[in-house]
């Protein structure tokens, strides 16, 4: 069974910064995609940010410059960088993992076949 479990979420204030991780068992996640959503209330679910299992990443134009997404293998981790937070950036955040094969429909949640429970990430201006 696979599991992912996101941590480090927070409150920060607008400008700061807050590295969030996915941690997983049960699928080795640099075989895989992983890739990042947040969704804030009252709004849907939105893409963030997505790595593949060669390494190429893709962004959502609204954290170009200010997110990074990177994995560590040996601790089958996935991390979200987040710099430069703004008050929008206020959502919970999901991460999400899906086999290969299925194209480029990195930012479409439903290609992505388990998802952890997320973390509350808020931001103070």
């Known amino acids: 069974q696979v599991q992912l479990v996101e941590s480090g979420g927070g409150l920060v204030q607008a400008g700061g910064s807050l590295r969030l991780s996915c941690a997983a068992s049960?699928?080795?996640?640099?075989?895989?995609?992983v890739g990042w959503f947040r969704q804030a209330p009252g709004k849907e679910r939105e893409f963030v940010i997505a790595?593949?299992?060669?390494?190429?990443?893709y962004y959502a134009d609204s954290v170009k410059g200010r997110f990074t997404i990177s994995r560590d293998a040996a601790k089958n981790t996935v991390y979200l960088q987040m710099n430069s937070l703004k008050p929008e950036d206020s959502a919970v955040y999901y991460c999400?993992?899906?086999?290969?094969?299925?194209?480029?429909?990195?930012?479409?949640?439903?290609?992505?076949?388990?998802w952890g429970q997320g973390t509350q990430v808020t931001v103070s201006s």
């Open positions: 999400a993992t899906r086999p290969r094969g299925l194209g480029s429909r990195w930012s479409v949640p439903t290609t992505y076949d388990y």
């Open positions: 049960g699928r080795t996640l640099s075989d895989y995609v």
């Open positions: 790595i593949t299992w060669s390494g190429n990443t």
